[in-house]
């Protein structure tokens, strides 16, 4: 089972990115995905969550209208568009998945719901 994010790099403030998670070993139609953050010195968080069992949409308040995440179970993959970014938003971006039967939206902004997890990737926001 792997989790391959990709898509990070260096962008101006009010640039776009787009962020892929391709998995192995599991297949989107069972496995909820995940995106989380980490900027240094701070603890991980979480930015935004797609449902397998329906596709709902889940984000945290600070990239509503920003970022948009979507999924293309054909490919295997889970995308993070990231619009309109801004300094703080700079940080090692991770996909994590969880099955979908146990994905609760009352856990599901904690790390702990998720239980397999991708290497990062870097977003760089500067001008």
């Known amino acids: 089972v792997q989790l391959q994010a990709s898509g990070g790099g260096l962008v101006r403030p009010r640039g776009s990115l787009r962020l892929s998670c391709t998995v192995s070993?599991?297949?989107?139609?069972?496995?909820?995905i995940g995106w989380f953050r980490q900027a240094p010195g701070k603890e991980r968080e979480w930015v935004a969550t797609i449902s397998s069992t329906d596709g709902s949409t889940y984000y945290t308040d600070s990239v509503k209208n920003r970022f948009t995440i979507s999924g293309d179970n054909a490919k295997d993959t889970v995308y993070l568009q990231l619009n309109s970014l801004e300094h703080e938003d700079a940080a090692v971006y991770y996909c994590a998945a969880v099955n979908g039967l146990w994905l609760r939206t009352s856990t599901i902004k904690s790390p702990l719901q998720y239980e397999l997890w991708g290497q990062g990737t870097l977003v760089t926001v500067s001008s």
């Open positions: 070993g599991i297949t989107l139609d069972n496995y909820s």
